[in-house]
Structures are given as C-alpha cells and as structure tokens.
C-alpha cells in the first residue's frame, strides 16, 4: 500500500508539471514576438522614406518609441505569466500531496479502528514488575512478568512457542519433561491480569469517591 501510494505521488506529480509546462509552451509560442511592433513600425520607415515633413517624422518617432513600450510590457507579462505557472505548479504538487497524506491517514484511521487497540511500543520493566503499553504502565505478578518476557524474546526472534516450551523456559526444565496445560495455564493468567487493567484503564474508569464509568463517549454506545 505505502509502495502504490508513492508511485501514485510520482506519478501525479510528474503529470502535473507535463501538463503545465505543455500549457506554459503554448502559451508562449502564442503569444506576440515583443519586437513585432517594431518590425511593423521598421517596414513603415522603409516603404514611406518620402515622409519628410517635421510631423511626418514626429509620428514615425512616437510609433517607435510605442512599439519599444509595448515590447517592455510584454516581456513583463512573459515573467508575470512565468511565475504564476511556477505558482500553480507548486500549489498543485501540494494539494497532490495532501490529498494522498489524507487518504493515507484515513486508511490507518480505519485500521486501527478495525483492530482496536494498537500497540507502538511495548516496555518490560522486571524490576518494577510493569509492563508498558503505548506508555500506559500495568503491574503484573512475577509469574506473569516472566510468561510475557517469554513471549517478547521469542517474539524478537518470530519463534511460536507451546505452552510445554513456555513451562520449560520459565522453569529451566526441557520442554519434553513439561505439562502442555501448565503452559496454557500461564498464558491464561497473563491474559486476565493484563486484560484487566487494560480494560479498567481503557473502558471502566474509577471516578474518585463517587463510582465507575465507561471512559467512552455515550453518543457511541448501541443496545439492541
């Protein structure tokens, strides 16, 4: 998904600048040559060289000095329009972006909310017998403490263990020699004390000397 996304970025960004500098080219090659007007008033001196009279040669010497002006401001325009397309071209490329940021939120929205609660980090602390949750601390008993510290290593290493193996780590027994239950019995015990408190942390909140509440907002809530 993040690799798609990023071709998406590509491949939007890279059609946005063709299309704009496509825009950009034609727009140029329309516009006027800035020393058309001076051609024009050039061709004018030539084919009327029998205009001698003072305001004969006054009237030629405006139509130049127009057609240098209306050179300079149309080269200004050139670089007004220039700088408007980089404008547009930036302005396009972020909203581009956005766009795919948002969309990409949205989907990690909706995955957590499909999952429930996701764990970013997770911290065992066996000397104060707390396991840390998204920096949410939750004490555990030491029978608890060593099953999940278990569990992390074994995790660190993508290995799946069985309840014998688990026994047979926690008390330095081999695995063969180990009860299956014994295992599972562990692995029951972490999941209530630990499901507990995080239930009691997340949903069931003690509101002090007056009771409990669910932590949730009540506009979520549905019976049937």
Do not use: H
């Amino acid at each position: 998904m993040r690799r798609s996304g990023n071709r998406i970025v590509i491949f939007g960004i890279a059609g946005i600048v063709a299309i704009l500098v496509i825009a950009a080219a034609l727009l140029f090659w329309a516009l006027p040559d800035a020393n058309t007007f001076n051609a024009r008033v050039e061709q004018l001196f030539v084919e009327n060289n029998d205009l001698t009279t003072q305001a004969e040669v006054k009237l030629l010497e405006i139509l130049a000095q127009s057609g240098t002006a209306f050179s300079e401001i149309l080269t200004s325009y050139r670089v007004v329009i220039f700088v408007l397309l980089v404008f547009a071209t930036a302005m396009l490329v972020a909203a581009l972006v956005f766009l795919v940021l948002l969309a990409g939120f949205n989907r990690r929205m909706a995955q957590i909310e499909r999952v429930g609660i996701q764990v970013n980090s997770l911290l065992i602390s066996r000397e104060e017998n707390t396991v840390y949750l998204n920096n949410l601390g939750f004490k555990l008993t030491s029978a608890a403490m060593e099953t999940l510290s278990v569990l992390a290593e074994a995790r660190m290493d993508d290995d799946v263990l069985s309840g014998s193996e688990i026994e047979g780590m926690i008390s330095g027994r081999p695995a063969v020699d180990c009860d299956e239950a014994t295992g599972a019995t562990r692995i029951k015990r972490l999941r209530d004390t630990l499901g507990n408190q995080i239930v009691s942390e997340l949903l069931v909140k003690n509101v002090a000397r007056r009771g409990y509440m669910l932590a949730i907002d009540k506009d979520v809530i549905k019976v049937i």
